[in-house]
Structure formats: C-alpha cells, structure tokens
C-alpha cells in the first residue's frame, strides 16, 4: 500500500536519476502497452466511480463512500505500476540479475545459476503460464527473452506471495543492446 501512494503520488516529483549502481540498466515500459492500458483503465474506473457511487448513494451513503474510496485507490495503483515501471529498471551487473515488473516484482537472479539466455517463445493471451515459468511482463506484450535456471528458486511476487520458479521470462526495451551486453559479461566470465 506504501508504495501504491508513493509511486502514484510521489514519485511525479522526483527527477529519474541515473542509477548509482554497478552494472547497466535497461527500460521496458517504453514499447509496453501499459501507458495505453492505464490510460484505459483509469477513464473506465473514474466513470464506473462516477455512477456507482451516485447509484449506492440513493441505497446507503457509508456503502457508496467505500466503494468510491475503493475505485479511487484502484486507480492509484495502477498509475503506481506504470510510475514504477518507469523508475526500477532492469539491471545487470557482474554478478547478479536484477528483473524487474514495476512495483510488483524484484527478482535477483546470481549469474552463476543462469543455465542459459534464449528468445522466448511467443505466450498467447490466454495460454496460463506453465509450473516453474515466471512471467515479468504484461501479458498483452511480446515477451523476448527467457532465462533457464540450473537450480530453480524462490522468488517472492506482488504481497508477499512466493513461487518457485526455473524459468523467468521477460522483455526490455532495447533487445539488441541487451543482447551485446549479455554476450560481452559471459566472455567476460566463465560460467
């Protein structure tokens, strides 16, 4: 919930600094159709607030004003996961991972556990991710890579929740330099 307020309200303020970390960093909410889909969801949500609460408010006014609080909060958490796309990258470093789906998801992956880097397979809509995959990325949009782990791990997702996983898949805004970067830290190192 903090960070709901935080990213949705906050966050606005705060000029995008570059990362002071080791490693390079990559965006992946550029070529993402989440911009269009918060600002779908946000119009969609405001005027079912609207009606909702002018329709509860005739029944009982306490009943309308949570549901109105309710839609509001909605609202900021989804303008929360695009703000937090925005502003936790993806970062590699010479050791470790990080992948990132916004506010929901920080998955550090040791480079040692990495059995390979691959073109992901393309995932329908509707087809339900299988056991051990875990999907960094909104389903609307084109995964591109996928990460094979040598021994599978536990990852901890949106409220705590824990899954264990072997397959991580995911996207970036700028495959092609990903790529470069990716080849280069494996030469680099011998794993």
């Not at 911009?35 to 779908?40: E, G, Q, S, T, Y």
């Not at 059995?115 to 995959?133: N, T």
Request: aromatic letters at 14%; glycine letters at 4%.
């Amino acid at each position: 919930m903090r960070n709901t307020f935080y990213y949705s309200l906050f966050v606005w303020f705060k000029k995008k600094a570059p990362p002071q970390l080791r490693g390079s960093v990559y965006t992946y909410h550029r070529g993402s159709q989440l911009k269009l889909l918060v600002i779908f969801f946000t119009i969609l949500i405001g005027v079912e607030a609207a009606l909702m609460h002018f329709l509860l408010s005739r029944w009982n006014d306490i009943v309308a004003w949570i549901v109105l609080v309710l839609n509001v909060y909605s609202i900021l958490y989804i303008i929360a996961l695009y703000q937090s796309s925005r502003h936790l990258l993806h970062l590699l470093s010479k050791d470790t991972f990080y992948i990132r789906m916004g506010m929901q998801s920080t998955i550090a992956i040791s480079l040692d556990n990495i059995e390979c880097l691959r073109k992901a397979r393309q995932i329908d809509l509707v087809d339900k991710a299988e056991e051990g995959v875990y999907l960094s990325f909104m389903r609307f949009d084109t995964p591109q890579f996928e990460i094979v782990l040598k021994k599978p791990m536990q990852i901890n997702i949106l409220y705590g929740v824990q899954r264990t996983v072997s397959v991580i898949i995911f996207r970036v805004d700028d495959p092609q330099l990903f790529q470069r970067e990716w080849d280069k830290l494996r030469e680099g190192e011998s794993w």
